[in-house]
């Protein structure tokens, strides 16, 4: 039996001195998981501002083809005439030059000359824009200004103004309200 009132010896000096300090700071594992989870946070983060981008451009664009729309619908309800004869329904996608002179032009004619101005802001602002209006039961039909699907079945329908646009370079959207003149 060894005698504890005796000086340690040398190899037992060794280990006694090695007593464990708890551990301070990050392994290097613990940096690269910390890393790797800030770098999928980071990348969410990316995503939803790109998300809210393309949903702003889209509200955008519905907006706008919300204020086209009323801007027609109030010239059509300026024109009373022009309604009672039919010109609104579809309208021709001419300009009148008249329209544009000091001596003015029928009322007809500057139902005409509105939805062709009308119109052609609509293909200049939107992409792949396109619009109508005409006489509809079914308002949320159509697929494009050349295949509208407007029925003209029954007089007492609301005329329709429908307008089209390209949202992604494929997507096509559609907005369209009915008015009664």
């Given amino acids: 039996m060894a005698d504890l009132s005796s000086p340690p010896l040398p190899a037992d000096r060794c280990r006694l001195s090695r007593t464990r300090q708890p551990a301070r700071g990050f392994s290097l594992i613990e ?66 030059a008249a329209c544009f002179a000091t001596a003015g032009c029928t009322p007809d004619q500057m139902a005409t000359t509105a939805y062709a101005s009308w119109l052609e ?17 079914t308002p949320n039909d159509g697929t494009s200004a050349a295949d509208p699907k407007c029925d003209n079945a029954d007089k007492k329908a609301p005329y329709v103004i429908k307008i089209w646009w390209r949202e992604d370079g494929q997507t096509t ?3 369209s309200t009915a008015l009664i003149p």
Avoid at 65 to 86: H, K
Avoid at 121 to 129: F, H, L, N
Wanted: with cysteine; proline share 5%.
């Fill in 173 to 175: 959207q559609l907005f």
């Fill in 121 to 137: 802001d609509i293909k200049t602002s939107m992409p792949g824009g396109d619009g109508i209006i005409c006489i509809d039961s």
């Fill in 31 to 96: 940096a690269l998981v910390t890393l790797v989870v800030l770098s999928v946070g980071m990348l969410a983060l990316a995503n939803l501002q790109l998300q809210t981008l393309v949903d702003t451009r889209t509200a955008s664009m519905r907006n706008f083809a919300a204020l086209m729309a009323y801007n027609l619908a109030d010239q059509v309800r300026s024109n009373e005439t022009a309604v009672a004869n039919g010109t609104f329904n579809p309208p021709k996608n001419t300009p009148v």
